[in-house]
């Protein structure tokens, strides 16, 4: 199987690359600057925050400092997990591809930097889980929380699987998915309907607009 396809293990972002879940994130994120009295970014503002690791996005976007940071997430992650979570959809197509990933016996893990709590959550919701070998993410304590770390912990457990790994891939939505992926020699394959913007696909092995253009570069596509 490993010289059938292009890739032998392949890695999948959450958030912007199979669902929707913005609305659900920034909603959340503006109840928990509140909460602090801090300034309320915009909604369209607010989308430059989903993705990347949140304490992160709180450090640089949102100019707390440690202390803050620790509060604001103490007060994101009860109010997320309470009505955030499921304020999402799965971008249409993309369950086809899990799918067929999946059927093709193609090794496949979630790398999110999403903590594994809730991201799964996510996934039991819409019927996806059964799709994945592994689902890692974040470490509910965020001390996993990079991206790279995040690759490292889905090859990790995919190689402890018995996964073929001389060829695995990436697939997500934002330069962090190509920057921390590639810390461990691994292509990102960028899909562009999530919440990235066009300057944040330099380094991709590819440039995807559609599901069916992902399932082309996976060799997947149908005949």
Known sequence: MSDRYPYTAVLFDLDGTIVDSAPGITATLAYTM????????????????????????????????????????EIYRAKYLETGVFDAQVYPGVAEVLRTISEARIPLSLATSK?????????????????????????????RSAKADVVAEAL???????????????????????????????????????????????GAVAVVDTPAQLLKVLGLAPN
Do not use: C, N
Not at 171 to 179: A, K, M, P
């Open 156 to 202: 990790r457990r995919l190689a402890a699987d018995g996964a073929d790994l001389t060829r695995p891939v990436m697939v997500g939505d934002r330069i962090h998915d190509i920057h921390g992926a590639g810390e461990h020699d691994v292509p990102t394959i960028y899909v562009t309907w999530g919440y990235g913007a066009l300057s944040e696909t330099a």
């Open 34 to 73: 509140q909460q602090l009295r801090r300034p309320i970014p915009t909604p369209a503002e607010l989308l430059a925050w989903v993705g990347p690791p949140i304490m992160d996005s709180f450090r640089d976007l949102g100019h707390l400092d440690l202390e803050e940071s620790l509060r604001a997430l």
């Open 115 to 143: 903590p594994e709590t809730p991201a799964t959550l996510v996934l039991k919701h819409f019927g996806l889980e059964h799709y994945f070998d592994e689902l890692a993410g974040a470490s509910d304590d965020e001390l």
